[in-house]
């Protein structure tokens, strides 16, 4: 049974940053994709960043240029450095992971994590 576990979410001024982790066990596939995805009050939830197996990454234009997704394959361990915050980027975000390619909707992610809230406040 996959499990994902987020970390290190929290409250933060505008322009501060937050690194968010996200541990996975369970994992049998040798390929995989990992990624971050987040929701705010009354909104769908929406794709920020996602890694895959090879490394390619990929983001949401919202987030390009001040998000930074990475992994540790041998811990299977996910990140999402966050900088340069803004309220917007306010939120519940989500670990998920498919094995093998990656979804290609929000529907289409096989495991999710708990989740964990990050507020920027202005």
């Known amino acids: 049974q996959v499990q994902l576990v987020e970390s290190g979410g929290g409250s933060v001024e505008a322009g501060g940053s937050l690194r968010l982790s996200c541990v996975a066990s369970g994992v049998t596939a040798d390929r995989y994709c990992l990624g971050w995805f987040r929701q705010a009050p009354e909104k769908e939830r929406e794709e920020v960043a996602r890694i895959a197996s090879d490394g390619r990454t990929s983001y949401a234009d919202s987030v390009k240029g001040r998000f930074t997704i990475s992994k540790d394959n041998a811990k299977i361990t996910l990140f999402l450095q966050m900088d340069r915050l803004l309220p917007e980027d306010t939120g519940m975000y989500y670990c998920?992971?498919?094995?093998?390619?990656?979804?290609?909707?929000?529907?289409?992610?096989?495991?999710w994590g708990q989740g964990t809230q990050v507020t920027v406040f202005s």
């Open positions: 998920a992971l498919d094995g093998g390619r990656c979804w290609t909707s929000v529907r289409g992610v096989d495991y």
